[in-house]
């Protein structure tokens, strides 16, 4: 079963940036596009961005582009979201996984943007 760990949230206030790193334990892991959801509270799990296996192609969601990037770094088996200018509607659990949903769920990573 591949283990995704998912790290670098916290408390942030508007404007501010942080950076998500999410660590895949499958060592095909340059084959894979991965990708980073987003849940609010109350709300559904979405796709807000992907990257394919080589990094050279990149998908960003309408609502967080221009703001948010995804990169990785296959060596380390890490896949990344930086996300800058951070708005309150940013608050959410962010977690990592395939477009298709691939693997389990890991256990996400807060994201909690103040006014």
């Known amino acids: 079963q591949v283990q995704l760990v998912e790290s670098g949230g916290g408390l942030v206030q508007s404007g501010e940036s942080l950076r998500l790193s999410c660590v895949v334990g499958?060592?095909?892991?340059?084959?894979?596009?991965m990708g980073w959801y987003r849940q609010p509270p109350g709300r559904e799990r979405e796709l807000v961005a992907s990257i394919d296996g080589a990094g050279s192609s990149t998908y960003i969601e309408d609502s967080v582009k221009g703001r948010f990037s995804i990169s990785r770094d296959n060596a380390k088996r890490t896949v990344y979201l930086q996300m800058n200018s951070l708005k309150p509607e940013d608050t959410a659990v962010f977690y990592c996984n395939t477009p298709g949903r691939r693997y389990r769920w890991g256990q996400g990573t807060q994201v909690t943007v103040s006014s």
């Open positions: 499958d060592p095909p892991f340059s084959l894979i596009t």
